[in-house]
T-cell receptor, first 111, second 117 residues
Framework: AQSVTQPDIHITVSEGASLELRCNYS??????LFWYVQSPGQGLQLLLK??????LVQGIKGFEAEFKRSQSSFNLRKPSVHWSDAAEYFC?????????FGKGTSLLVTP | ETGVTQTPRHLVMGMTNKKSLKCEQH?????MYWYKQSAKKPLELMFVYNFKEQTENNSVPSRFSPECPNSSHLFLHLHTLQPEDSALYLC????????????????FGPGTRLTVL
């Protein structure tokens, strides 16, 4: 089955600093890949998704992600983090009828 | 209401109780899903319904019983649960029940925080 790994459980960044969250996938062919965000007490919201084509994908809230086949990665980036970005971030890949999620990366934003 | 709604948002129950979780989607989708989110574990798919028919049961214990009376509503009936069933239960919907095959985008509700005493 397709799967994703998020190596970082927690990440802390200062407000205004840049952000990169890592996601590695295991799949031979080109996968479909998703990034979701979960704010405290909320469900998951789709940030962006990659199907094919341009390897740099733009999402909502100023996020982008780049698909790199050579590194089996789909890292999420944001040039300047806001305090409201503090949340849990999940990378996901389709599997069967639904999605396989990574374990998530918890983002803490400091003043 | 828009999107995917879930009620109740919080539920505390004893191991001998029977309760139900409700999910409703207002997106005109044809597929609905139940996920379980436990602390320190990835989201686990429980059930998938596509056009009211169950298409996947991910080896879920029988103390969890789903019901999908129509494409807009999904229930999770709970009975004789165990403390380890305490978790956040998330409902999601997508246009078609082929999320794994065509990468159909799933839209999530806010979840029900369940505590089993």
């Amino acid at each position: 089955a397709q799967s994703v790994t998020q190596p970082d459980i927690h990440i802390t960044v200062s407000e205004g600093a840049s952000l990169e969250l890592r996601c590695n996938y295991s799949y031979g062919a080109t996968p479909y890949l998703f990034w979701y965000v979960q704010s405290p007490g909320q469900g998951l919201q789709l940030l962006l998704k990659y199907f094919s084509g341009d390897t740099l994908v733009q999402g909502i809230k100023g996020f982008e992600a780049e698909f790199k086949r050579s590194q089996s990665s789909f890292n999420l980036r944001k040039p300047s983090v806001h305090w409201s970005d503090a949340a849990e971030y999940f990378c996901a890949v389709p599997s069967g009828y639904a999605l396989n999620f990574g374990k998530g990366t918890s983002l803490l934003v400091t003043p | 209401e828009t999107g995917v709604t879930q009620t109740p948002r919080h539920l505390v129950m004893g191991m001998t109780n029977k309760k139900s979780l409700k999910c409703e989607q207002h997106l005109g989708h044809n597929a609905m899903y139940w996920y379980k989110q436990s602390a320190k574990k990835p989201l686990e798919l429980m059930f998938v319904y596509n056009f009211k028919e169950q298409t996947e049961n991910n080896s879920v214990p029988s103390r969890f019983s789903p019901e999908c009376p129509n494409s807009s509503h999904l229930f999770l009936h709970l009975h004789t649960l165990q403390p380890e069933d305490s978790a956040l239960y998330l409902c999601a919907s997508s246009q078609d029940g082929l999320a794994g095959l065509i990468a159909d985008t799933q839209y999530f509700g806010p979840g029900t925080r369940l505590t089993v005493l």
